[in-house]
């Protein structure tokens, strides 16, 4: 069909950070993902868009190995990543920030922090840390002088930018982020967002962000994608997302 447009400039697989092809995810017998393709080329932020259970978080299990594709292929930086564990994933490079959060709420935030720094070696733990903690705190500096307290005590925002910061301790190449704006004040929400295309643009890190709010996720997006009921319904760039009158109405009217 006509809306189903095709990325304009042919791309050649070496440009791509990201391939996702032809994925099919089930629970069960129920179908969640329905031969979704995507890609993600260096440096670029992807976004992925859809309403309630159209299948954004279980594109993000699967990508981090925490669900296996009954077919499809998932390429990143030119390796077959899929069906290998989420270990193995996150030390290629793949850094996830799910949905929540998922902070560890009895421990401090600079223990939070730390545990980002897992897929690290001790060697090299040693030698990067206080830069990787530089960075963090040159981003959200709100988290230095909130160190010793528990993450559990941060606001929803503070808590959403350790989410993020702890990722990035990582050092990723690429980062998935599942719905960063849920809960956050309008305001917050265009401040996270300019923050991660900041920290992630001078890193040089890929972003494939899957989000409800269309809105805040096109004013950072380079391409993106609209998932409806596990399928690939539209695809473009910002402008052509929003220029497109059903997409408007579905995801941005109101
Ligand atoms: P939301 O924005 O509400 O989180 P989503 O786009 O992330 O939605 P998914 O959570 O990926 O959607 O769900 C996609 C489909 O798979 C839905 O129909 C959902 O009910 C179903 N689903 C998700 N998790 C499971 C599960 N553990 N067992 C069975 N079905 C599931």
Redesign the pocket.
Known sequence: PDHLQKDPTPTQIQDLHLAVEDLCVF??E?Q?LNHVSLSVKKGQTVAVL??????????LRTLTGMLRPREGNIVFSGLNIEGKPPSEIIRKGIAIVP?GGELFGAMSVSDNLLLGTYPMSRSERKEKLSARLKTAFDTFPILKSRLSQKAETLSGGERQMLAVARALMSNPELVAL??PSLGLSPLLVTEMMRLLKNVCSNMSISILL?E?NAKAALKIADYAYV?ER?EVSFQGSGREVVSNPSIYSAYLGG
């Open positions: 629970y069960g129920a969640a859809g309403s309630n259970g159209a299948g954004k978080t279980t594109l949905e599942d719905e899957v409800q998932l596990g």
